[in-house]
Nanobody
């Protein structure tokens, strides 16, 4: 069982940047594909970005070119660098430890979430 703790959320102006971090413990971090999801009020949770055990990445169209997911296996941490933030990026962001199969990401263990608010 892996435990995930997110940090780095907060309030930012449109056009600003934030970096989210997700620290993992309790299991072998490197065996998991990792993903970042978000859920805005009244909307379904959606996959924003994912990274395979080998470091390949995938992004939702809405964040391509603005967000970057990365991982540091030595630190058991996955990051989400978010640039050029827009009000529509406002959501609770969740870290996930899962698997890739057939080119698709399948969620597994969840973190508790961190709030991101983009507002002037």
């Amino acid at each position: 069982q892996v435990q995930l703790v997110e940090s780095g959320g907060g309030l930012v102006h449109p056009g600003g940047s934030l970096r989210l971090s997700c620290a993992a413990s309790g299991s072998i971090f490197s065996i998991y594909a990792m993903g970042w999801y978000r859920q805005a009020p009244g909307k379904q949770r959606e996959l924003v970005a994912a990274i395979t055990t080998g470091g390949s990445t995938n992004y939702a169209d809405s964040v391509k070119g603005r967000f970057t997911i990365s991982r540091d296996n030595a630190k058991n941490t996955v990051y989400l660098q978010m640039n050029s933030l827009k009000p529509e990026d406002t959501a609770v962001y969740y870290c996930n430890a899962g698997t890739y199969y057939g080119g698709s990401y399948f969620p597994g263990h969840w973190g508790q979430g961190t709030h991101v608010t983009v507002s002037s």
